[in-house]
T-cell receptor
Framework: EDQVTQSPEALRLQEGESSSLNCSYT??????LFWYRQDPGKGPEFLFT???AGEEKEKERLKATLTKKESFLHITAPKPEDSATYLC???????????????FGQGTILTVHP | DAGITQSPRHKVTETGTPVTLRCHQT?????MYWYRQDPGHGLRLIHY???????DKGEVSDGYSVSRSKTEDFLLTLESATSSQTSVYFC????????????????FGAGTRLSVL
């Protein structure tokens, strides 16, 4: 069974204090790993997709990396507006289905204080 | 919200009553999904659709049914609501399922907060 574990559950940072969020996964053949951002009362917002180990993607202060067992979301010099819940999800290769099931972790709640 | 509208945004209902949630998309995407989000469980797939009148169950489908009569609309029905179905419900869409490239990215609506008393 596919499994995704995110750590820490919550992270408090001072503005400008860089850190990383972790997403560990087990999946029967990784098709893609997805990072989403979710603000309170809103739906998840897509950030990145990573497809193979060694791949990296960046967007503003965020950088996502992927190994064969985990992904990191690095946040450089965060600002208060980066405060949100960050969700990680994996999509397995076809296993009799074609709909692209996503298995989500429970998320990391990031709070950045000014 | 990537051309996705969920309605209603909030609903309070009583145990035993039927409830229908609507997801409407303007992207003409083939795949549509219903998830529920609960503390401690993350997002879990209820049902999905891979075309008009083509639907299938997800991991938490008991007590829910769906219908898709048009590409743009995907309805989630709770035939007889129970307190365990109090949750936030999200609709998502994607252009493809497992095909490569950005087409398999799922985009989410703003959610419906449902309370069953």
């Amino acid at each position: 069974e596919d499994q995704v574990t995110q750590s820490p559950e919550a992270l408090r940072l001072q503005e400008g204090e860089s850190s990383s969020l972790n997403c560990s996964y087990t999946v029967s053949g990784l098709r893609g790993l997805f990072w989403y951002r979710q603000d309170p009362g809103k739906g998840p917002e897509f950030l990145f997709t990573l497809y193979s180990a060694g791949e990296e993607k960046e967007k503003e202060r965020l950088k996502a990396t992927l190994t064969k067992k985990e992904s990191f979301l690095h946040i450089t010099a965060p600002k208060p507006e980066d405060s949100a819940t960050y969700l990680c999800a994996v999509q397995a290769k076809a296993g009799g289905t074609s709909y692209g099931k996503l298995t989500f972790g429970q998320g990391t709640i990031l709070t950045v204080h000014p | 919200d990537a051309g996705i509208t969920q309605s209603p945004r909030h609903k309070v209902t009583e145990t035993g009553t039927p409830v229908t949630l609507r997801c409407h998309q303007t992207e003409n995407h083939r795949y549509m999904y219903w998830y529920r989000q609960d503390p401690g469980h993350g997002l879990r797939l209820i049902h999905y659709s891979y075309g008009v009148k083509d639907t299938d169950k997800g991991e938490v489908s008991d007590g829910y049914s769906v219908s898709r009569s048009k590409t743009e609309d995907f309805l989630l029905t709770l035939e007889s609501a129970t307190s365990s179905q109090t949750s936030v419900y999200f609709c998502a869409i994607s252009a493809t399922g497992l095909a490569g490239g950005p087409g398999n990215i799922q985009y989410f609506g703003a959610g419906t907060r449902l309370s069953v008393l």
